[in-house]
């Protein structure tokens, strides 16, 4: 329900005529509204802008850290997708040969009848092995390489088998095969990152230091590999790396993410000059030995810190606030997407009870 002003009053006294009428929500009304703030009621861009509303919010409430400057966490995932999607632009020529196989086979009810049967005497299961890929997403070009290399013998055999085959140039060959095998290896690493920091419950910023260091590392390590293609790539990769997260393009990271690596006392670095008594607790905390637990991979720095909130009460509540930052936007995204679509211009009325059964189902 709003109220819909039908006439001002002309000589300004504050009177109106209004009705009161009923609407339902919609993205398109959102849009159409937002757009009024704007153009219309000349607000400023900034006005919608959400970290800028949040600083205002929260500012005049003592509730943030250094002013809100570290505010905005920039998603980690959207950032590697960004630079493994651009590296695969110009996608090689095995890689479309084997997308133009999978197709071959999924376009016909009874080719992918006999697929499955040839598969069947080699003693290969066809399951999650004959996915077709988005051009655009990285992630499900890696999805169908997966399962069309566990599957490379029933393809040899469909095109011996098989007279109306795809043309001579378009079948995959045995080189193919094998370039699809080192992307494969190559993919597989970000495919692991991506999920680590897309997770709902464990993607904070405990893990982005050594994820995006095995990353570097990786992509050094490809650089220089015989594959021309695959070092050219990995080139084009470095170039996006460190255009979001070099050691030249500080100013666009959030460095309170690195203090979770301080934080963590399997990591952190001693240090000797902090002689300050201000400082002393810090001082505390860097000169005691390093927990040695490489081999538990495993530790739950939340707990750690609270065993040891007695020790170090001012950094142990610092250590709540950074551990606590989602380093990710997936998990909310994916929750706005199924609300998205449960809720639409045929369901707008559902009760809130309702809505929430459907979702979370």
């Not at 009428?21 to 919608?48: G, H």
């Not at 142990?316 to 380093?327: F, K, L, N, P």
Request: hydrophobic share 40%; aromatic share 10%.
């Amino acid at each position: 329900m709003y109220v819909n002003p039908l006439k001002d009053n002309v000589e300004g006294e504050g009177d109106f005529e209004s009705s009161l009428m009923a609407a339902s929500f919609t993205q398109e009304n959102c849009r159409k509204m937002l757009a009024r703030m704007v153009i219309l009621d000349e607000l400023p861009f900034k006005f919608v802008e959400t970290i800028a509303y949040l600083v205002k919010k929260f500012k005049g409430r003592n509730g943030l850290v250094l002013d809100g400057e570290f505010i905005h966490i920039r998603c980690c995932a959207h950032y590697l997708n960004l630079i493994v999607s651009d590296a695969l632009k110009d996608l090689h020529v095995s890689i479309i040969r084997i997308r133009n196989a999978v197709k071959y086979v999924r376009s016909c009810p009874a080719r992918l009848q006999i697929f499955k049967d040839f598969a069947k005497e080699d003693k290969m299961s066809t399951k999650n092995c004959l996915t077709m890929d988005v051009p655009r997403r990285w992630n499900y070009t890696f999805t169908m390489l997966d399962g069309a290399i566990k599957c490379q013998k029933t393809f040899e055999r469909l095109e011996e088998h098989d007279p109306s085959y795809l043309p001579k140039d378009d079948i995959p060959t045995t080189e193919d095969w094998d370039n699809a095998k080192v992307f494969l290896k190559f993919l597989k690493t970000f495919s692991e990152v991506t999920m680590k920091f897309s997770a709902s419950m464990s993607g904070t910023s405990n893990i982005i230091f050594h994820e995006l260091c095995l990353k570097q590392e990786i992509i050094c390590e490809y650089s220089s590999y015989e594959n021309a293609l695959l070092s050219q790539m990995t080139l084009s990769m470095q170039t996006k790396f460190n255009k979001y997260w070099g050691i030249t393009t500080s100013e666009k990271t959030n460095l309170l993410l690195y203090l979770s690596v301080v934080l963590d006392p399997r990591f952190k670095q001693s240090n000797k000059t902090c002689l300050d008594d201000a400082k002393t607790e810090v001082t505390r905390y860097l000169d005691e030995a390093r927990i040695d637990c490489m081999g538990d991979e495993y530790l739950d720095l939340l707990t750690w810190w609270k065993v040891n909130f007695s020790r170090f009460k001012i950094i142990s509540q610092v250590a709540r606030d950074i551990y606590s930052i989602s380093i990710s936007t997936m998990p909310s995204e994916s929750a706005f997407s199924t609300g998205g679509r449960v809720l639409d211009s045929f369901r707008s009325s559902l009760t809130p009870e309702t809505a929430e059964a459907l979702i979370c189902a």
